[in-house]
């Protein structure tokens, strides 16, 4: 028999496990009734070309990230060069940049009528050609300046953690600083550099924003407009699906990559192993600079000249209206899901059974579904009870007979819930190992129990990494575009929504105002990365 302790933590734990099931149960579900029709349509005119653009998109993204990330891991964790020490911490604040704003500055800067491509006319003539921007290998590169942080943050940690001891016993062995890169630190840094490599696919096959600035269709743009021009929910769904499968595969291949590898135990360093000089140090600091000029400074400069060109006229009651629903949807999300979050970290520490543990994995597993899965699946699973409850509910007692649950403000918060647990989940898990247990059985000896020993010991030792977790998914709500898009409330604009609005109709300086607001609500998370992953001095 379970312990009582054990029973008290199982409706929790199975109830948020179930809301994560229930997007997957619909995918599958889904299958059950094909539109033939709309099918045949889409193999025969977009299929194909949705399949080729995904493969396309995850790997030359794939490629982009790994080479970005482990040149700029390397030369910041193991070389001394000129400027090292900010580019750093530096390299990381691209990870405050939505995606599909660093697509509309890129094109806005980089098209035919933009200001790069102008001025090199009218210094070089009319007939200097550059390459068409709007292209496969533009999506992509932005992608992957957007995306690379991932790997650069997993890889620079492990080459941090891989001590002295080993670069030098390969020094004395005789090998080179390329050969101990390649022979030694690589294969033990493999882990991670795989887990963020499938972050950064994973984010790649969800987004949504920046491929439609693109105009690049995949399954993502697939999905929107298959609900939203042939208005067919359920084939939308089925797209959902084998877009989730994608995701599954990605996941499994990173943990079969990874393989029996282990990382490194040794004493972390506090000083760089190779101090470069000459050429080498100025190519070093050449490359790191000109990413962070690409990836931050030119994307913020340029949405700073189109705000003051055009962007801040539209400061007015309708913009603070969408800053209103934008911080609302943020900070009631962060509410339910840190303090869901919370009740699982409490249920894995106080029950740590087998089905308990298993419960709170699946609950944590819906960071791995994209924003626009969630929201088909949501929806159809809503319309579904709308129709078969909630209406003959409402007509039978006299009411309007309408749907409710369908559009509504509380599918939006739990697709928000769903997706972002994990993000709540490993900050307050952190947070709570960090507690001894012979705390709590202290204060329980003394007579503080119950709710009393939550909020007098357990709540101010919890409070930096509960503020932490908030922060990380206020954070992602704000940036978050496909689920916001597909499912908010009718009049429920937010600052995502106005930049897709905006972008759409080629707007970029309109569109500077609600993604400078982003950019600098997302600066908050990024320098708590930078502040927990700093070196400390040697």
């Not at 030098?168 to 030694?184: D, H, I, K, N």
């Not at 995701?247 to 760089?272: D, F, K, Q």
């Not at 940036?479 to 009049?491: C, D, S, V, Y």
Request: with cysteine.
């Amino acid at each position: 028999m379970s312990h009582p302790v054990e029973r008290r933590w199982y409706p929790i734990t199975f109830a948020v496990a179930a809301l994560v099931l229930l997007p997957l149960s619909i995918l599958l579900f889904s299958w059950s009734s094909i539109d033939t029709e709309i099918w045949s349509h889409l193999w025969d005119t977009q299929m194909p070309r949705l399949l080729g653009n995904t493969l396309t998109l995850l790997l030359g993204v794939g490629i982009g990230v790994v080479l970005l990330g482990v040149s700029l891991a390397w030369l910041t964790a193991l070389c001394e060069f000129p400027g090292r020490r900010w580019l750093d911490w530096a390299l990381m604040l691209p990870f405050a940049i939505p995606a599909y704003v660093l697509a509309f500055v890129f094109i806005g800067l980089l098209d035919f009528s933009g200001p790069v491509q102008s001025l090199a006319r009218e210094w070089f003539g009319s007939g200097i050609r550059f390459p068409r921007v709007r292209s496969t290998g533009g999506v992509i590169t932005v992608l992957v300046l957007v995306f690379y942080p991932y790997v650069y943050l997993l890889a620079r940690s492990a080459f941090l953690a891989q001590g002295k001891g080993l670069m030098e016993a390969a020094r004395v062995l005789g090998q080179s600083p390329w050969q101990a890169f390649w022979r030694v630190a690589l294969p033990m840094a493999r882990p991670a550099i795989g887990a963020g490599l499938a972050l950064a696919m994973m984010e790649t096959l969800a987004d949504f924003g920046a491929v439609s600035v693109f105009n690049f269709d995949t399954f993502t743009t697939a999905i929107y407009k298959t609900w939203y021009g042939f208005f067919s929910l359920t084939s939308a769904t089925q797209l959902a699906s084998l877009l989730l499968l994608a995701v599954m595969l990605v996941l499994y291949g990173e943990r079969r990559a990874r393989g029996a590898a282990r990382p490194a135990n040794e004493r972390a360093r506090s000083a760089a192993l190779y101090r470069l000089t000459g050429a080498k140090a100025f190519a070093a600091s050449a490359w790191c600079g000109l990413v962070f000029l690409c990836a931050f400074v030119i994307p913020v400069l340029q949405l700073l000249v189109w705000l003051w060109q055009r962007g801040r006229f539209d400061l007015d009651e309708r913009y603070w209206g969408l800053i209103l629903h934008t911080l609302y949807l943020g900070g009631m999300a962060a509410l339910i899901v840190v303090t869901v979050a919370l009740l699982l970290a409490f249920a894995r520490r106080q029950a740590p059974v087998r089905s308990i543990r298993s419960a709170v994995g699946l609950a944590n597993l819906g960071y791995a579904l994209p924003g626009s899965v969630l929201a088909v699946s949501i929806m159809l699973a809503f319309s579904y009870l709308d129709r078969h409850m909630v209406i003959p509910l409402s007509s039978w007692l006299g009411g309007a007979g309408k749907p409710i649950l369908l559009g509504s403000l509380g599918a939006l918060l739990l697709a928000y819930l769903i997706r972002f647990m994990a993000v709540a989940f490993g900050p307050l898990e952190n947070a709570l190992a960090r507690i001894r247990p012979s705390l709590p059985q202290a204060s329980r000896s003394l007579g503080v129990g119950g709710p009393a020993l939550f909020f007098r010991v357990y709540l101010p030792l919890l409070l930096p990494g509960t503020l932490s977790a908030a922060l990380l998914v206020f954070v992602d709500v704000l940036k978050e575009m496909p689920a916001t898009l597909l499912m908010r409330p009718f009049g429920w604009d937010t600052l995502a929504v106005r930049i897709f609005e905006m972008t759409s109709e080629g707007e970029w300086a309109r569109a500077s105002l609600p993604a400078l607001t982003l950019v600098l609500v997302g600066l908050l998370p990024v320098v708590l990365l930078i502040r927990r992953s700093a070196r400390r001095p040697g």
